[in-house]
């Protein structure tokens, strides 16, 4: 079951850094200085994406418990 470790952790690699440009993306716009408007619109778009890398790095680990417990 050592693929199914190694997957969950690159599945889960791939939510890490999908948040992590979430956090940089909602960054540089707070520092722009926009609007309140338009900073909401770039979170409101954000959101979305933060979700699904989130959901990414959960389903990773748990591939990588699953394999550990089959192992």
């Known amino acids: ?3 199914l470790i190694w997957t969950g952790a690159a599945v889960s ?3 890490l850094a999908g948040l992590v440009w979430c956090i940089f993306r909602v960054w540089r716009a707070r520092g722009a200085g926009l609007s309140d408007e338009a ?3 770039i979170v409101r778009g954000v959101v979305p994406i933060n979700m699904a890398a989130l959901f990414l790095s959960v ?3 748990m591939m ?3 394999g550990i417990f089959l192992g």
């Open 1 to 3: 079951m050592d693929w």
């Open 13 to 15: 690699l791939a939510g």
């Open 39 to 41: 900073l909401r619109e």
């Open 59 to 61: 389903i990773g680990l």
């Open 64 to 66: 990588v418990i699953l």
